[in-house]
Structures are given as C-alpha cells and as structure tokens.
C-alpha cells in the first residue's frame, strides 16, 4: 500500500512541544497515513500516542530515537538510531533506554556551567521550565531559554553559537554504543534505521565506515527523506541506499510547529527504485 509514512516526530516526553496525542491528530489532519512518535531515549510516550492514534484511525508503529557515541578512531560522534515496530514492553530495550537517559540531568548540570562562563545564568533552572519530563533535558531546552534571554531569535540560530562542537555550552557525552542500540531494538523484535545521515560531520571516508558498522550490526534502514534533508541530500542517500541494499525511511524530525524544517507529513515522496522500511511493518497493510 502507498503511504505518506511519517516515522520521526518528538512528543513533550523528549524535546517536542505538542503531546504524543497533538500529535497523532496533527499527523492525521496533515493526511499521514502511517505514524511513528520517536522520542530521544524514551518511550513513555507510546501509550498515550497509540490511544489517540486509535481514536481517529491512524496506523501507528511504536518509535524511539536512541542517541550513540559512535567511536572510529579516536574519533567520536554522535549519531541518532531510530528503532521502530518493536515491542514496548521488552525488557532489555527498557533498560537499556533508562541508563541512556541517566547521563542527561548531570550533563545539563554542565553545561549550565559552561554557558554561565559567557554570560548566560541559571540555564539550568531555565532549561528546565521547558521540560515536562524530568528524566530528558535536551540541548533543545537549552536553546529554548538562550532564545527567552534574548541571545538569539529563534531555536534555529542558538546552535550557530552555542551548545555544539567548540561553542559554549557543549558537553561532550557518552551515549550509547551503536552495537548496543541495534541490539536492543532487535532483541525487542524491531527495526533499526540510522537517522537523518546527511546532518552528521562526517568525511566520505568515515561516512562509508559508519554505514558499513551498522550494517554489519544488522541495521535495516536509513532516513532518506528527512526534514533535516536537503534535495541533494535525499538524492545522495537515495544512491546509497539503493547501493548498499538499505531499506528506506522517511520522517519529517517534527519538534513543534515554529521549531522545524517540516510539518508533519509534508516530507516529499520516497524517490524511485527503493524498498520503504515500512515493507516490513504488519501495521502498513
Ligand atoms: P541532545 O539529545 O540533548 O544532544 O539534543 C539534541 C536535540 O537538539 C536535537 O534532537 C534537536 O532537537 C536539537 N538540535 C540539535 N542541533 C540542532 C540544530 N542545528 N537546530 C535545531 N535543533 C537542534
Ligand atoms: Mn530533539
Ligand atoms: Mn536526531
Ligand atoms: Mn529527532
């Protein structure tokens, strides 16, 4: 069946601004036709996402985005695996996803530290007036209060300046291992997808390592289409995915209706010649 599939969102149990069911009605009224909510390292959100999703008729699988420390070298980066259509209940996958979240709070704890030295005070306490779930403070809380102090205009712009890479405010962190994410998706009978590829800082070189790393670990799919995707972006992971036999997926990376590239469900069709991720879902039939 043709799907508009829109398989990477954030709810207010991660770093999005609507609840997991304003979002399955935004998804619907937008004409998604297959949904999967993906919070940062959480999955408190599903239940209620799958109820609202019920009540007005909108296939849904269950999602996650787990942040890794992918290491090559000596060389770290962070990289973001989307796990979808596993079972919500196992185990392993639940805690696994609790020890991710641990680091979070003594990390913010920091990073207010750093962003104090530049002038931006109880960043901390800022940020967290911004979160509805204690256990995941994001970089994009942070930004949220940069924006309220008047440092910069929109959520967009606070990552030119602060909170990446060499700029105020980033702490570098240990994820998870990309060997442990797949296994906790598969273990729980899902499907991994690396996320939005094009957005990594990546060489060529190191860019080939890391997918042929995950699919080694038996990952299925990358984001082809992603809100964070430019045109030739999609058209270079297209080529990859069709080379390296990847199933496709697609998803706008919606975080609130003023803080992102896409809406969601406005995400471009897959391009032709590639096999969508959502093939192996019972609930895309
Ligand atoms: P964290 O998981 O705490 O490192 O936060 C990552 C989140 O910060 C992302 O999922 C986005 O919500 C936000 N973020 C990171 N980089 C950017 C960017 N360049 N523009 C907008 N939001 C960003
Ligand atoms: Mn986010
Ligand atoms: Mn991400
Ligand atoms: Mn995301």
Redesign the pocket.
Known sequence: MLHNADL?CHSTVSDGLLSAPELARRAKANGVTLWALTD?DEISGLAAARAAAGEVNLAMVNGV?I?VSWIMGREEQTV?V?GLDFAAENQALRDGLAQVRSGRDERARQMAAELDQVGIHDAYAGALRYVSNPALISRAHFARYIVECGRAREVKNVFDHWLTPGKPGYVAHQWAKLADALKWIHGAGGVAVL??PG?YRLSKRAQTELLAAFKELGGEGIEVISG?HSAEQTREFAQIARKHALLASSGS?FHGPKESWLDLGRAPPLPDGLTPVWSLFAAAR
């Open positions: 990477h940062h985005e942040s973001h989307v996320a939005h957005r964070s990376d």
